[in-house]
């Protein structure tokens, strides 16, 4: 499409400047080129009002949605996350427990039959003993049990599944 052809579809389509049509129709009236131009332009614009629109079947969107539906159904969850960050996280936990064990045996001094931890002055520890009251080690059992009997679920539900196929 040349330059002509652009702006004379701006000026039919009413999209440019209020300038633009006024310089575009000046140039219709007096440039041959342009009018002739802008006739061919109306009357392919015309027949196109003309047409009738293709409408798709009433099922298009349905079978549309089932197709896409499906293949989104095809994948498991399992095919969706990524082994890498899995990986990544594995590896951060590893490095810092690792790290911490490293700290806790260079603090540990042996001596004899005792086992005395020698901390720098700046680090004062809190007595753990009004952290770990009867109500707080029920709850921590509880909530340990509810999780290893959620664990054991999933692993017979998963090997009753395997079973089947």
């Known amino acids: 499409m040349n330059k002509i052809e652009e702006r004379l579809w701006n000026y039919i389509d009413g999209t440019c400047s209020e300038d633009e049509q006024k ?15 802008y006739e061919e332009l109306i009357a392919l614009n015309q027949q196109f009002s003309k047409m ?25 969850l399992k095919a969706m996350i990524d082994k890498r960050i899995i990986k990544g996280i594995t590896f951060f936990f590893i490095f810092t427990i690792l790290l911490l064990m490293i700290y ?6 042996l ?4 086992l ?15 952290y770990f009251t009867g109500p707080v080690i029920k709850g921590f059992l509880f909530f340990d049990v509810v999780l290893g009997l959620f664990l054991f679920d999933a692993y017979l539900r998963k090997r009753s ?5």
């Open 104 to 109: 806790v045996l260079s603090t540990v001094h």
């Open 52 to 76: 009738e629109m293709d409408e798709p079947s009433m099922a298009f969107t349905y079978n549309v949605m089932e197709g896409i539906r499906a293949e989104y159904a095809q994948k498991p």
């Open 161 to 165: 599944v395997s079973k089947q196929v």
């Open 116 to 130: 005395a931890v020698h901390l720098p002055n700046s680090v004062k520890l809190p007595e753990m003993k009004n």
């Open 111 to 114: 001596s004899g039959s005792s």
């Open 23 to 37: 310089a575009i129709s000046i140039l219709i009236e007096q440039d041959e080129a342009y009018r002739l131009k």
